[in-house]
């Protein structure tokens, strides 16, 4: 998979950084990551890393509209990185990073995707990692 083949990504002009795809919940018992995500988010250049979230309700934790999501994130966990969209499991994008070599545990909200600053896909981490131990694999590659 290669971010560069989906539209729902041309709006962040990805080119050169090092992407984290995530998805998000409102009502998730991960949604404490949000706080993690944007430490990690204010970490790094951002001409060399960003954050790339979508908003699900696959599994009926994000029932609101993507406007609503965007404003709770911003008020609760005062998020600044981008929030492009809310999808669902027919989106292509969904399909396509679900089908990428699968976590030890079973998908959920809060999954993360790490892709390097060609587009190209590198790993994938379930929920239950704790954002820290991506922030120490990012330091490898991200001066």
């Given at each position: 998979?290669?971010?560069?083949d ?7 002009q990805l080119?050169?950084r090092w992407?984290?795809?995530v ?18 988010y ?17 599994f009926?934790?994000n029932?609101?509209?993507?406007e ?27 399909q396509?990073?679900?089908k ?11 999954q ?5 600053t060609?587009g ?24």
């Amino acid at each position: 998979m290669n971010l560069n083949d989906f539209a729902l990504f041309d709006q962040l002009q990805l080119e050169g950084r090092w992407v984290l795809v995530v998805n998000i919940a409102a009502e998730c018992d991960y949604t404490y990551q949000l706080e993690d995500l944007e430490r990690l988010y204010q970490q790094f250049p951002r001409d060399r890393f960003e954050i790339a979230a979508f908003a699900t309700n696959i599994f009926r934790q994000n029932p609101g509209s993507i406007e609503d999501t965007r404003s709770f994130c911003e008020k609760e966990y005062n998020t600044t990185f981008p929030i492009i969209d809310k999808i669902d499991e027919d989106n292509p994008v969904w399909q396509a990073l679900e089908k990428l070599p699968p976590p030890a545990t079973r998908s959920w909200n809060y999954q993360k995707w790490l892709f390097d600053t060609r587009g190209r896909y590198l790993r994938r981490y379930s929920s239950d990692i704790p954002v820290e131990e991506i922030h120490q694999i990012l330091t490898r590659f991200i001066v």
